[in-house]
């Protein structure tokens, strides 16, 4: 059944003036969207990639982007104190219809979607589907099911999606999958602990060259601390909800510069933001 996805204000626009989002100035409204019918193209044009040619002139970020990775951009929603879970140990409760429509928009721009195994089990990923209107934003039918995993412990459902799993040599996921999984879907990139740099080369030559990275903590930690995440799309979500759940980030980081590149309202208080990381 269509569902109307709510209407977002920009309040803040910093995107480089050759941009294709920079066109929306503060004040604009994207206006509502059917999220099987609305093709949502000022969103699409919005969180358009940013292309890291390292040109001052543009604005863009002078950074020295290797060419044999892929972009790789982060998406999580958080309550107003830190944790990226609701009362359920779920991110379903502390989410809303503002926040879907950004989510929905960042997978359709995507060619893989790379969750870590707690993330796979706990949210009980099988798919990653793209509603119909914004089908035209894309060559394929969804993107890729992307995971990490020490243990190897997958269950079937997740595994009929045939995810591509990265682990390493001296994990157990490396035997344990070894029998269960097409022996292309599984990249074994380091000896004892994940080489994600290789890992993500071998994606890029594979043609995944825009990743979208739905969390959770730990798999973006381990990001982050390669400096391998250039962009963060974060949802604040109007809530306290109080008890012990994680930050969005777990492990050993060293201080990333952040520029925001946008900042969207929603009348029910979800404020949405676009930030490009500086590792
Ligand atoms: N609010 C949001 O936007 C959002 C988004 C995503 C998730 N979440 C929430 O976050 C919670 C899960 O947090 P989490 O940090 O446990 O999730 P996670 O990062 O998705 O999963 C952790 C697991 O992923 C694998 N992994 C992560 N980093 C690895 C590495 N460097 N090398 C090898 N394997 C690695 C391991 O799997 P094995 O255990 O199989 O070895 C590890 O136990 C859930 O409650 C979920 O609802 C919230």
Redesign the pocket.
Known sequence: MARELPELRVVENHLPRHHPGSQFRAGYVLRPRDSERGSDSDLAALYAPLILDGDENTGDVAAAVDSDLPLVRA????SLDGS??GAD???GS??GPADLRVFQLLRAQSDAVF??????R??GYQDTDIPAGLQPLRDDAHPRLI????????GPAFLAARPLII??QG?P?ASVLAEKVPADDLLIFGAH??D?RAALRELKRRGYANILC?????????LVEHGLVSELCLSFSPQIVGGD??R?M?GDLSPTAARLQVLLSSQDGYLISRWQLQP
């Open positions: 998406n999580f929603i958080t990226v879970t140990g779920k991110s502390i989410n969750v870590g195994a707690g993330t796979a706990i949210e995971t990490v995993t020490r243990s190897g412990q997958l682990t390493a994990h996921a602990a994940v994600f739905e969390g959770g903590p730990h798999l973006m930690g381990s759940g994680y969005f777990v």
